[in-house]
């Protein structure tokens, strides 16, 4: 019954994908602190730097990687994972999100992945990516953050309380997920972790899931319920979190279903918080 739930929560967003600025598709140089300390040898991690394309998981998950243009390969970074939209390969989602220069020169490595017809056996499928990024490029495993919207929202959220998936993010930030809070309520809270949650006022397709999916999770997060007032960037907190590691956060700004929040640097911010 809690999969079947899952499953029909989880519908098809055909986004399409507007022009943007293409320098926010570059990778970009990190400003490395002057000590710093070897997680991984030299020779150990054979990814490059910059860009890599079409990778795929033993499983068939399909990805794209982008990491700063001067990525060094003995440092641990942190990872971000970026959950497609229904319908978009690895390229379009980029292009959708536009995160990647961002989160390359704040010191990230950023994965774009590609859509698959959503099921439980796809997203066991997608699980696999943080895994696979592991074995090929130095990455912070207590630093590994999910972000997608719509289909990519839903997965962001299912991978940190279903069994199947065995790397569970230290922080989330979904955006148009599908999984409304009766559904949640299905599942087992998962252990506390910061979440940040993304819904526009005009979302047609999934209205009025936002509020309720953040609810559920201030309630894991043994947060009080109430919101505080919004910040410039139209983000809530939760009041009353017992720590920074379970700080909740409901974000809605203007736009339909088919729009991505544009708050790139506020998620980058988010995730750059050490928990």
């Known amino acids: 019954m809690r999969l079947s739930l899952l499953i029909v929560c989880l519908l098809l967003l055909n986004a399409c994908v507007e022009p943007i600025d293409p320098e926010l598709l570059k990778t970009a140089d990190f400003n490395y602190p002057a000590i710093t300390k070897a997680s991984c040898n030299i020779n150990e991690k054979p990814g490059k730097a910059g860009s890599t394309d079409d990778l795929e998981t033993s499983s068939g998950a399909s990805y794209n990687l982008r990491t700063p243009n001067n990525y060094n390969k003995t440092v ?13 390969n ?3 989602s980029e292009r959708f999100t536009h995160l990647t220069k961002e989160a390359t020169s704040a010191g990230f490595i950023i994965a774009h992945t590609k859509n698959m017809r959503l099921s439980l056996k796809s997203i066991k499928k997608l699980s696999t990516v943080p895994d696979d990024i592991q074995k090929k490029w130095c990455i912070d495993s ?16 299912a991978l940190t309380f279903l069994p199947s998936a ?33 819904h526009n006022t005009n979302d047609t397709h ?14 894991c997060n043994q947060c009080s319920g109430e919101l505080a007032e919004a910040d410039k960037n139209g983000c809530r907190a ?19 279903h088919d729009d991505w929040p544009n708050k790139n640097q506020v998620i980058i911010d988010f995730f750059n918080q050490r928990y």
């Open 76 to 88: 641990a970074h942190p990872l971000i994972v970026v959950y497609a939209p229904a319908a978009l």
């Open 90 to 92: 690895s390229r379009r």
């Open 142 to 157: 207590t630093r590994i953050y999910y972000t997608g919207h719509s289909d990519g929202g839903s997965i962001s959220n």
């Open 166 to 198: 065995t790397t569970k993010p230290a922080a989330i930030a979904p955006s148009a997920s599908g999984i409304d809070g009766e559904s949640l309520k299905a599942y087992d809270c998962p252990p506390p972790l910061p979440v940040m949650i993304f």
């Open 206 to 219: 999934f209205e009025g899931f936002g509020k309720p999916s953040a609810d559920w999770w201030a309630n």
């Open 238 to 256: 939760y009041i009353d979190c017992p720590s920074k590691a379970s700080q909740t956060y409901y974000c809605e700004g203007p736009g339909t």
